[in-house]
């Protein structure tokens, strides 16, 4: 096995996937401001499919039009050690949340993360309660319907009930609970009064009226998400839109057992998901385009319709989580409250098993020692210590690969016209010096997950966000503010961002290239080139990248080439005491 082929395919491999989350990132535009108001967004677009549907809970541009001169709609308060906002009484809408905990930059005095939003706004995204008429005759709220509320403000400890009559028998409530978190309880009941039995389908949906500007990288999924059945579910809003195209609008329709569906984004979650794990509900992610606009939608509803008698009612209770996607809170979710893998909410990607751990010592050394950039020094360090048996013996194979460099090109020289005998004579020099060539390849085989599964907790970690080290970085999960190319902020120029070069990608770029140095040079010459310019080729991918990540490898080659040095100088210490021994030939090397 070629060691040198395969690090520069590993090598060019890992150069691809960071040039194309390079260029995703330089090809996006900035996302709007949360808090930004615009222009009165269009009414809420009709039913993507026919029949009872929760898509239009009811009311028409008509309807609209008619009722313009009604007073201004009331609003319910929202106020709890974590969130604040309020809930629209006309229409039952959950449409104004902000999370207290969250700042939109590092900058003081930032404005606090907004999630939801009414309709009036640049973003409209909402959550929203109600129920469609099965039997078309029964009278139900729309969302021009103006609640009556009970209690409030809505807080821990303090639910309220919203209630509507219909003036034909039938009372619609919605009964509100908010725990100190992000977790909203609502309970859907229809108490019927009337001389005969009324059908209704209760629905529970959550709604975006704009397609929200997303990262674009390949490694963090947004959009719909939910685990269905046991399994997890995503669909990018390009993907549902596809398949929305072909199915009338829907694109998901499951009924399921349990299990929560919702919109993602690289930090937040608004999902919704039933109490009681045993009801089956019928899931649907939806799209529909109207007047050049995309609006989004997830709603849950029972499979048939309630049948309500005299003198009965009927029931749905779903729950709400409108919030931030911290770790420890969704697995507290999923373990008390039964929601199935809930914290799979947080894209941890492909290498789950090591991110999720590898986030749980970060944490963990945070909490001791008050830094996540210290955490991570020091979690490369134990990563080295627990690693360190093989990476020892692949360091040693390569120290003697390195001795034996100048034997290795004699006899490419001597049998240049005989592949086959050069490479016997090779395998005969591996066997006498007893080196494995292909063990050196495995210090970088090891680094290569451990580099994106912490990549991944930098980058979708909430946990992470607006966590500074020390001097100019503020933010871990942020490139490296500083720039090569204005002097570090001496010249006021803002290069382009294709001439990033802040002062830690140097540093890594430095310590790749004299790790490089202590390794054997390829004896191909092209690979030689290639061996050359990779860490120039890395410290301009890397200079774009989350400060914390490029600390580590900084950190972690820092660690490597001590512990290449010490295996250096010991086999060169040891192959003098075999050669004055007379283990060794006199015209051996080193």
Request: proline share 8%; net charge positive; aromatic share 12%.
């Amino acid at each position: 096995m070629d060691q040198k082929r395969l690090l520069a395919a590993i090598a060019i491999s890992i150069g691809i996937l960071l040039a194309f989350d390079l260029w995703k990132r330089e090809t996006t535009p900035p996302a709007p401001t949360p808090a930004a108001v615009s222009q009165q967004a269009p009414a809420a677009p009709a039913a993507p499919n026919a029949a009872v549907t929760p898509a239009n809970p009811g009311g028409t541009d008509a309807t609209v039009a008619a009722q313009a001169n009604r007073p201004a709609p009331q609003r319910l308060q929202i106020d709890s050690p974590r969130l604040s906002g309020s809930l629209l009484l006309r229409g039952a809408r959950l449409d104004d949340l902000i999370l207290k905990d969250y700042r939109e930059t590092v900058a003081p005095g930032s404005p606090q993360v907004r999630l939801l939003a009414p309709r009036e706004e640049l973003q409209p995204y909402f959550a929203q309660w109600g129920w469609s008429s099965a039997d078309g005759r029964t009278r139900v709220p729309d969302s021009e319907t103006d609640w009556t509320a009970s209690g409030g403000p809505l807080g821990p400890d303090s639910p309220v009930t919203l209630s509507w009559d219909n003036g034909q028998g039938q009372t619609f409530q919605i009964l509100v609970s908010l725990d100190r978190n992000y977790m909203f309880q609502v309970e859907q009941k229809v108490v019927n009064n009337g001389a005969e039995p009324v059908q209704v389908l209760p629905w529970t949906r959550v709604r975006r009226e704009r397609t929200p500007q997303v990262a674009g990288f390949y490694i963090l999924h947004e959009g719909f998400v939910g685990v269905l059945n046991g399994r997890l579910n995503e669909q990018t809003y390009s993907h549902a839109k596809d398949e929305a195209a072909k199915a009338a609008g829907v694109a998901l329709n499951q009924e399921t057992s349990g299990g929560w569906a919702g919109f993602t984004d690289k930090y937040w979650l608004t999902a919704i998901s039933p109490v009681d794990a045993a009801q089956p509900l019928k899931t649907a992610w939806r799209h529909v385009s109207e007047s050049g606009q995309d609006r989004w939608q997830v709603d849950f509803t029972t499979p048939a319709p309630q049948s309500i008698g005299a003198g009965g009612n009927g029931v749905m209770s779903t729950r709400l989580f409108a919030g931030a996607k911290e770790v420890h809170l969704l697995d507290a979710y999923r373990d008390n409250l039964g929601i199935t893998d809930f914290d799979k909410a947080i894209d941890f990607g492909w290498f789950y098993f090591l991110t999720k751990p590898f986030f749980y010592a970060l944490d963990y050394l945070f909490k001791l020692l008050g830094n996540f950039g210290l955490a991570i020094l020091l979690f490369t360090v134990a990563l080295k210590l627990a690693f360190f048996p093989l990476a020892n013996k692949a360091y040693k194979s390569m120290a003697r690969m390195k001795v034996l460099t100048p034997k290795m090109t004699e006899i490419r020289e001597r049998y240049k016209d005989d592949p086959a005998k050069a490479q016997a004579e090779m395998m005969a020099l591996y066997r006498t010096e007893k080196v494995n060539p292909a063990s050196g390849c495995l210090p970088m085989l090891i680094q290569i997950p451990v580099f994106f599964a912490l990549y991944k907790v930098l980058f979708v970690t909430i946990e992470m966000r607006h966590a500074p080290f020390f001097g100019w970085i503020r933010d871990l999960s942020a490139p490296d503010p500083t720039n090569l190319f204005n002097l570090f902020g001496l010249i006021p120029w803002d290069p382009p961002a294709m001439l990033h070069m802040p002062v830690w990608a140097l540093i890594m770029g430095l310590t790749m290239f004299f790790q490089q140095k202590l390794n054997p040079a390829p004896a191909d010459p092209i690979q030689a080139k290639l061996f050359t310019f990779m860490p120039i080729i890395f410290t301009f991918m890397l200079a774009s990248f989350p400060a914390g990540l490029v600390i580590y490898w900084s950190w972690n080659n820092l660690l490597s080439i001590a512990q290449q040095a010490y295996i250096m100088r010991h086999e060169r210490e040891a192959r003098k005491r075999e050669k004055a021994a007379g283990k060794l030939p006199a015209k051996a090397k080193g």
